[in-house]
Each structure stands twice: as structure tokens, then as C-alpha cells.
């Protein structure tokens, strides 16, 4: 990791770290809307403006509002059994701010991105592919193999999977387990950058409670939010600065 930004110690306590979640998530908004004015690319200026900015720092604001109780709560779970609502709902805020974070840097970035083609089958003709696949489901009909109904899933099932490999994917609906790929595949980050976003990913699906999860401990949530507050300051420390017409 960048020395001068963060070397995976924590350096502040949770009261400490609900302010710098507030103050990292307001810089990063001030910096991107001023460097954004001079992207070349209209998609960029869209996706990130006033209003998405906007609603990323209220976020931050709620989840540094939540942070506040971590210290009370760590001390009432010593041996980290209570794997509340209350720190659940920490975890997720987490993650879709990480999610958020990394869709803008990509967003920023939106021609590489683009023409990264990423997880596109090239030089395919899918019409050529589709039609004789659809033929064999439709024998395997008329020969009962299958029945009408398993035939129409098999169809459907084929043509999502075609549309998936063949549209591009919109950098603002890819979910966080798909950026993580996509960061990995680029190598735009090191081992244990994606190691942290990996335990985001992994705890913030703790929102699915019906099958039985493990989430992190509260040390584990307070080491991720501090390397939240080191992602926003590596992206900007990857963006290019404001031109100078002086």
C-alpha cells in the first residue's frame, strides 16, 4: 500500500474514526465534482455529479452517525459473539459505499473501461450460435425428453447468458463482487488492497439472514471503514489534477 496514505495500522479510535469518515467522504466529494468539470467524457460527468456525490456523503454521514455506539458495542461483545443488527447494518453501509467509490473511479475512467470490453465475448455472432441451440431444445421437445416448460427455461436460460457476454455492462449497475473481478483482471490494485475488499464484500452480504453467516468482528469493521476512509484517498491520488490556465 501507498506509505503516505495508510499502512494498515489503525491510527485513530471509533470516535476518531466516525470524524474521519465524515471528513475523507467530504473531501472526496469536493475533489471528484471539480476534477470531474474537465473530463473529456459526457458518460463521466453524468454518473458522477451533485446529485450521486450528493447522496454518497449522506450515506457516509449515516454510517459515521452509527459508528459512533462501535466502542460501546465492542465492549458489551469482548469475545465477539454478538453478530447484532446493529453491526450488520454497518457492514452493508460499507459495502455499498465500496461499491460506490469503485464504480466512480471506473466511471471516471470510462473509456478504459469500455474498451476493456469486460466480460464480453468478442468477435462472436450470436444469432449464428443461438439459432441452432434453440433448434435442438425444440427436438428434444417434440421427442419428449424434455417437456415444453423446461424447454421455454432452457431458451430463456441461454438467451440471458448470450446477452450477458454480449452487452456491455453499465459501470453503475456492476455489483461489488464483479468490480472486485474486474480490479483483479486489471491489476489496479495489490494483494491485500483487494484482500480488504474482498472481507467488504464478504460481511455486507450478511444482509441475506436467513442463511447462516459468520460476520466479522467489530476490530475486523473498524480495520474496513479505516480502509474505506484509504480507498477514497487512493482514487484521488489516481485521478489526474485540475489543469492550470494561469
Same mark, same amino acid.
Given at each position: 500500500?501507498?506509505? =503516505?496514505?495508510?499502512?494498515?495500522?489503525?491510527?485513530?479510535?471509533?470516535?476518531?474514526?466516525?470524524?474521519?469518515?465524515?471528513?475523507?467522504?467530504?473531501?472526496?466529494?469536493?475533489?471528484?465534482?471539480?476534477?470531474?468539470? =474537465?473530463?473529456?467524457?459526457? *458518460?463521466?460527468?453524468?454518473?458522477?455529479? *451533485?446529485?450521486?456525490?450528493?447522496?454518497?456523503?449522506?450515506?457516509?454521514?449515516?454510517?459515521?452517525?452509527?459508528?459512533?455506539?462501535?466502542?460501546?458495542?465492542?465492549?458489551?461483545?469482548?469475545?465477539?459473539?454478538?453478530?447484532?443488527?446493529?453491526?450488520?447494518?454497518?457492514?452493508?453501509?460499507?459495502?455499498?459505499?465500496?461499491?460506490?467509490?469503485?464504480?466512480?473511479?471506473?466511471?471516471?475512467?470510462?473509456?478504459?473501461?469500455?474498451?476493456?470490453?469486460?466480460?464480453?465475448?468478442?468477435?462472436?455472432?450470436?444469432?449464428?450460435?443461438?439459432s441452432p441451440i434453440m433448434d435442438a431444445i425444440n427436438n428434444l421437445v417434440e421427442k419428449e425428453s424434455i417437456s415444453a416448460a423446461q424447454g421455454r427455461?432452457? *431458451?430463456?436460460?441461454?438467451?440471458? *447468458?448470450?446477452?450477458?457476454?454480449?452487452?456491455?455492462?453499465?459501470?453503475?449497475k456492476i455489483m461489488l463482487d464483479e468490480i472486485i473481478k474486474y480490479y483483479t483482471a486489471m491489476d489496479l490494485m495489490d494483494k491485500t488492497e483487494l484482500?480488504?475488499?474482498?472481507?467488504?464484500?464478504?460481511?455486507?452480504?450478511?444482509?441475506?439472514?436467513?442463511?447462516?453467516?459468520?460476520?466479522?468482528?467489530?476490530?475486523?469493521?473498524?480495520?474496513?471503514?479505516?480502509?474505506?476512509?484509504?480507498?477514497?484517498?487512493?482514487?484521488?491520488?489516481?485521478?489526474?489534477?485540475?489543469?492550470?490556465?494561469?
Open positions: 500500500m501507498t506509505e =503516505y496514505l495508510w499502512d494498515g495500522e489503525m491510527d485513530c479510535g471509533w470516535e476518531e474514526l466516525e470524524e474521519k469518515v465524515k471528513d475523507t467522504a467530504a473531501r472526496f466529494q469536493d475533489e471528484m465534482l471539480e476534477i470531474v468539470q =474537465y473530463s473529456p467524457y459526457e *458518460k463521466t460527468r453524468e454518473l458522477i455529479n *451533485k446529485e450521486s456525490m450528493s447522496r454518497f456523503v449522506d450515506i457516509a454521514r449515516v454510517m459515521s452517525e452509527d459508528l459512533q455506539m462501535g466502542y460501546y458495542y465492542e465492549c458489551e461483545d469482548i469475545e465477539n459473539k454478538n453478530s447484532n443488527a446493529y453491526k450488520l447494518t454497518i457492514w452493508i453501509l460499507l459495502g455499498s459505499l465500496t461499491e460506490s467509490a469503485l464504480q466512480m473511479f471506473l466511471a471516471f475512467y470510462i473509456n478504459d473501461y469500455e474498451n476493456s470490453k469486460w466480460q464480453q465475448w468478442e468477435e462472436i455472432k450470436a444469432d449464428e450460435i443461438k427455461t432452457l *431458451k430463456e436460460a441461454i438467451k440471458s *447468458k448470450i446477452k450477458e457476454h454480449t452487452v456491455e455492462h453499465p459501470v453503475q484482500d480488504y475488499l474482498k472481507e467488504i464484500q464478504s460481511n455486507r452480504n450478511g444482509i441475506h439472514s436467513f442463511e447462516n453467516r459468520t460476520i466479522g468482528t467489530w476490530a475486523d469493521l473498524q480495520y474496513c471503514v479505516r480502509f474505506w476512509c484509504y480507498l477514497l484517498e487512493w482514487i484521488l491520488n489516481r485521478l489526474p489534477g485540475v489543469p492550470d490556465y494561469s
